[in-house]
């Protein structure tokens, strides 16, 4: 197959070249698997991204794989960071996906150092680390590998129900250092999943993930993130999916409601209008004022599901409906587009 892949190199004369350069690119692929989205393969220089002190993540390091995502989330916080390298945070990111394929390699090189200090290392927080590419390029058995046998605790968020593949290396590693395995599930109703998350496994499927990863002997923690005003909020709809959660197996949750930042914002709502056209002008009127949603809003939604989540037995995170984030979960904040 590698060599059918090889024959298959395209020249990109799209513009994407310049910005691609600056990242140790090295070729374009398309392949009839994936129809419809180019990888666009580099070797990075380093794996480990220092988080910057002033984003107040608790966590100091991520690993990411890839750049851009076939999730299509319509509301990923991480679609700016595509245009750093010359491409756009709509369809671009969705399509032209960028793959560090020494990532493994290179991260094994830096945590054997001797000044490595064996800090938790998330996975997950920029863009999923079992989105569909991974099933071609197979990166996180290799970065699993690494951080395990050099003593690295690491922490993992994804939609991807490719994690099924990994769950032996993960409970392995999970003997030696801690892991946290977080699923990210949000949506219960198929056709708002359909729309909002078009690329990504059905809610189904993911609730079968949770109960895989317990049955394997790990914790499954749930980000019902990012809850979507209107579509997703209503005490009916978040009874359902709380409940499918708790059914499945899950030993807590985090919810909060959606951010809309940067370019972002001008994706989704373009989406919005396309889809719930009456919604437009309550999300405009919600988020007149910025990113975030108004602290009554927050208020509501919290005293909306908190009881909810101890009806169905959910431990609550105690930082729940905050817009920072547990180890295991995507900043509210995007990540700088220092990755490579």
Known sequence: MGMRWDGQAVSVDDGALPGLQRIGFVRSVRTPQFDGVTFHE????????????????????????YRGCSHACRYCFARPTHEYLDLNCGADFDSQVVVKTNVAEVLRREVSRPSWSRETVALGTNTDPYQRAEGRYGLMPGIIAALADSGTPFSILTKGTLLRRDLPLIAEAAGRVDVSVAVSLAVADPEVHKDVEPGTPTPQARLGLISAIRDAGLDCHVMVAPVLPYLTDSAEDLDTLLGQIAAAGAT???????????????????????????????????????????????????????????????APDRRSFRTVTTPAAAPAEPLQPTLF
């Open 42 to 65: 580099v070797l990075c220089k380093s794996a480990l991204n220092r988080i910057p002190k002033a984003s107040q993540l608790p966590f100091k390091y991520t690993v990411n794989g």
């Open 252 to 314: 807590g949750v985090t919810a909060f409601g959606l951010h809309l930042r940067g370019s972002t914002r001008g994706w989704f709502m373009d989406w919005l209008a396309r889809s719930h056209p009456e919604l437009v002008a309550p999300y405009r009127d919600l988020y007149r004022r910025g990113a975030y949603l108004p602290q009554d809003y927050r208020a509501m939604l919290h005293e909306r599901a908190t009881p909810l989540i101890a009806k169905h037995g959910l």
